[in-house]
């Protein structure tokens, strides 16, 4: 079975600084994909950025990396130049092919201005 | 750029009384999920749908609960018995295979 775990249940940053988010999760599969979802107070889960297993280089959308060290299992989220709209709870998840995403505890990121 | 529509956006009922929350998926997506999350909490898988049936479900998915695709677009969630516990955010999301799911915007349901 698939378990995520974040271990950091909340985290605080200066904005325009940067701020790395634990993941590690556990999987007996070798094909899998991961991910980083972000929920602002609205609620609404949004795609931050996602990794597929099989490709070695790290993720990166625009300020949001990821360092994805597959042997240790780990999948870090990276935020660069912190901005007051970043503040939200962000969640990681796992999923094998078509199958349910498996999601973390989730981490409460507040942005100090 | 396309979304995935969940209606009402807020629902109220009283306990014991069934409630259907409703959502359009995308009209390329082949895999359609049920998802809820208890305030506060982690967000929680609850069933999977693939060619117009169940393809996994959880062990939270018990006979109070039922999906439905009755029209090819329309994906639904049915609860038949609301307990006060139902009482979460319920987000529909659909995908592909190989790409992140688009979640909608989530009904919450509160149930008194």
Redesign the interface.
Known sequence: AQTVTQSQPEMSVQEAETVTLSCTYDTSESDY?L?W?KQPP??????VI?Q?AYKQQNATENRFSVNFQKAAKSFSLKISDSQLGDAAMY?C?SRQ??????????TRLTINP | EPEVTQTPSHQVTQMGQEVILRCVPISNH??F?W?R?ILGQ????LV?F?NNEIS?KSEIFDDQFSVERPDGSNFTLKIRSTKLEDSA?Y?C?G?????????G??T?LTVV
């Open positions: 994909y991910f979802y609205s609620r609404q889960m949004i795609l996602r597929e969640f998840a092919g078509a199958q349910k995403l498996v999601f973390g505890q989730g | 082949l895999y999920y998802y999350q982690k967000v929680e898988f999977s693939y996994e955010m987000f999301a995908g592909g295979t190989n790409y992140g799911y688009t979640f915007s989530g919450r």
